[in-house]
């Protein structure tokens, strides 16, 4: 199986900071990510697919990036709306893997 | 508009199955393949499988195939799944989610109590 391994799992940060999650992908799996945003209560909703490109409605300050095996989601300006957890999902083969997830809190 | 809707919550016994379902609407149902998604209490997420509601046909993880089947019902636009032996471990919520995870149902929360 493809192992998405996913940090921080924590990330404490102020309104207004630029932050990035990682996930890293133990095979290749070429664009075939996705980031998710989940909110205590609700289900997942999907920020990013095909690894750099931003869904629909989804606010500009969300951006995906890849660098190899590595995946990031960035948030330019972080908004408290943004307060949530991140997970990222493989879909290149299955079974379809996500990360462990990342829980954006405020500092 | 797009809507996944899912039945809901459940109070099983260990060793009983739980069936629970997936309306969809707002969309051709035989269109779009049918996820679904566990998520254990404070976890992340697992995939355990995938529905094609037009051939039928099925895939799933390793982990879940011998505890969960999936089915449709075109006439009704509904997708299901039946997790059967259930155990504690099994207690969670369950989302179905259309390929491209571009919709969600809102989940179904099982537990798995004496």
């Known amino acids: 199986d493809i192992q998405m391994t996913q940090a921080p799992s924590s990330l404490p940060a102020s309104l207004g900071d630029r932050v990035t999650i990682t996930c890293r992908a133990s095979?290749?799996?070429?664009?075939?990510l996705r980031w998710f945003q989940q909110k205590p209560g609700k289900s997942p909703r999907r920020m990013i697919y095909?690894?750099?490109n931003l869904a629909a409605g989804v606010p500009s300050r969300f951006s995906g990036s890849r660098s190899g095996s590595d995946y990031s989601l960035t948030i330019s300006s972080l908004e408290s709306e943004d307060m949530a957890d991140y997970y990222c999902l493989q879909s290149k083969e299955s079974p379809l893997t996500f990360g462990a997830g990342t829980k954006l809190e405020l500092k | 508009q797009v809507k996944l809707l899912q039945s809901g919550a459940a109070l099983v016994k260990p060793g009983d199955s739980v069936k629970m379902s997936c309306k969809a609407s707002?969309?051709?149902?035989?269109?779009?393949?049918i996820h679904w998604v566990k998520q254990s209490h404070g976890k992340s997420l697992e995939w355990i499988g995938y529905i094609n509601p037009y051939s039928g046909g099925t895939n799933y993880n390793e982990k879940f195939k011998s505890k969960a089947t999936l089915t449709v019902d075109k006439s009704s636009s509904t997708a299901y799944m039946e997790f059967s032996r259930l155990t504690s471990e099994d207690s969670a919520i369950y989302y179905c989610a259309r390929y491209p995870f571009d919709y969600w149902g809102q989940g179904v929360m099982v537990t798995v109590s004496s």
């Open positions: 095909g690894a750099t």
């Open positions: 095979q290749d799996i070429g664009n075939y």
């Open positions: 707002g969309y051709t149902f035989t269109d779009y393949i």
